[in-house]
């Protein structure tokens, strides 16, 4: 029994998987071989009733010249007869409305079946190859219109409308995959616009301490000469360092496509720069920031640094210590020349971390301590991500002493980008 059912289903299966063309062939065929064999019996029963009412007729029957028995049924009165009979004189009325009919249904029987037969070909072959699989694709494509795209258009079949619905489905896994896509740009694009005007700030804030440092000081004449070209200088610096700022961000579509150029300079260089910040970020609010640099900065070391990174970096760092400082903070530079990192680390006395703080503060949107005030909440992220393009990390923690501590690491062995 259980073989039966196996063949049994191994044939629904076969005829499931039939192409449309086989199938509609099949239907047709089975249809008409239908209507061959019930135009036959139709027409035998006809020929049967027809010959009752001629045997009723003996005068008007044709006998057989050997025994002459009355044909029966009488198939060679049917021989000599037109197709279609004009008239059956000599039959009484009943008898002849019954030739009439029987004679009109002998002939247009086989019209009548295949007409029928064809109807109902269409029919089945539409309930059973076609009206499951489209109102499964009519149902998916709802759903897709009402933005759910958490679904999945199968149809088990080997013809063309499992295939179809296979297709629909793959095209319902494209579209999730652009709209994911798309999502990803609009973020990406979202977090450099925020980056890019994020990062505007704390330069300009620079710029603006030098230019208060020679607004307020140069009209009491305690500016000398040199000291005023110098400040120009580094105004100037900064403000080319602005432009090619703006000209990699207008070149990138994210700010993981953010460049490292890391150039051979000194140490020295690096902290003087950092000197320089610190100076023009103490000229604008009443916090005291203080510098602490290690004793290589005397010295002549040699390092590879992309030191527009280090410095967006270090002016994030400070813009997030300024924002929440009482009154003080402290930066720590110095260069580890055993594993090659240039570390940069930033501490203030304000409230710290909270222990959310601690885990989502490197994360792009986050407003720390639940800040209402107009705030990217991306700088952390920014200097993470940068840190991790320059080969070094972002660490944030509180002080033992109170506040937050944030240390940024970059590496700076010639090796790591001469090989990559």
């Given at each position: ?220 004449g305690k500016v000398s000469e040199q000291k005023m070209l110098d400040t120009l200088k580094l105004m100037s610096s900064h403000l080319d360092r602005l432009e090619q700022f703006s000209r990699t961000m207008k070149g990138i579509r994210s700010m993981e496509e953010r460049p ?27 916090i005291e920031i203080t510098l602490d640099c290690a004793k290589e900065a005397q010295t002549g070391q040699r390092i590879y640094v992309d030191k527009n990174i280090v410095a967006e970096v270090f002016e994030n760092l400070l813009s997030n210590a300024i924002r929440y400082a ?42 720390e301590h639940g800040e209402n005030e107009e705030h990217f909440g991306i700088g952390l992220h920014i200097c993470a991500l940068l840190c991790g393009k320059h080969g070094g990390t972002l660490s944030i923690a509180n002080s033992m002493y109170g506040g937050a501590v944030v ?14």
């Amino acid at each position: 029994m259980d073989w039966i059912e196996e063949k049994a289903e191994q044939l629904k299966t076969w005829i499931r998987d039939l192409t449309f063309r086989k199938a509609m062939l099949a239907y047709i065929a089975a249809a008409a071989l239908i209507s061959v064999i019930l135009s036959a019996v139709t027409m035998t029963v006809c020929y049967r009733f027809e010959s009752i009412i001629w045997n009723k007729y003996a005068d008007m029957m044709q006998y057989n010249e050997v025994n002459g028995v009355p044909l029966w049924p009488d198939w060679s009165i049917a021989a000599n007869w037109n197709i279609w009979a004009k008239d059956f004189a000599g039959f009484k009325g009943h008898d002849r409305q019954m030739m009439l009919m029987l004679d009109i249904i002998r002939v247009w029987c086989p019209f009548f079946y295949s007409f029928s037969g064809t109807v109902a070909a269409v029919f089945l072959f539409y309930r059973n190859r076609l009206k499951r699989p489209f109102g499964i694709l009519k149902n998916g494509a709802e759903q897709i219109r009402q933005n759910n795209l958490d679904i999945h258009v199968t149809y088990d079949s080997e013809d063309e409308m499992g295939q179809l619905c296979r297709s629909f489905d793959m095209m319902r896994v494209e579209v999730i995959h652009n709209k994911e896509e798309l999502w990803q740009r609009i973020e990406g694009q979202k977090k450099l616009n925020a980056a890019f005007a994020h990062d505007l700030r704390t330069p300009l804030t620079v710029l603006k301490g030098y230019s208060d440092f020679l607004a307020r000081y140069i009209p009491q004449g305690k500016v000398s000469e040199q000291k005023m070209l110098d400040t120009l200088k580094l105004m100037s610096s900064h403000l080319d360092r602005l432009e090619q700022f703006s000209r990699t961000m207008k070149g990138i579509r994210s700010m993981e496509e953010r460049p490292v150029n890391p150039e051979e300079t000194g140490a020295a260089s690096i902290y003087a720069e950092i000197r320089e910040i610190i100076f023009a970020l103490n000229q604008i609010k009443d916090i005291e920031i203080t510098l602490d640099c290690a004793k290589e900065a005397q010295t002549g070391q040699r390092i590879y640094v992309d030191k527009n990174i280090v410095a967006e970096v270090f002016e994030n760092l400070l813009s997030n210590a300024i924002r929440y400082a009482v009154c003080r903070i402290t930066v720590s530079a110095e260069y580890d020349s055993a594993e090659g990192l240039f570390l940069l680390a930033v501490s203030d006395d304000g409230p710290g971390f909270t222990q959310e703080d601690l885990q989502k503060a490197t994360l792009p949107y986050y407003r720390e301590h639940g800040e209402n005030e107009e705030h990217f909440g991306i700088g952390l992220h920014i200097c993470a991500l940068l840190c991790g393009k320059h080969g070094g990390t972002l660490s944030i923690a509180n002080s033992m002493y109170g506040g937050a501590v944030v240390t940024a690491s970059f590496n700076c062995l010639y090796n790591i980008y001469s090989e990559s």
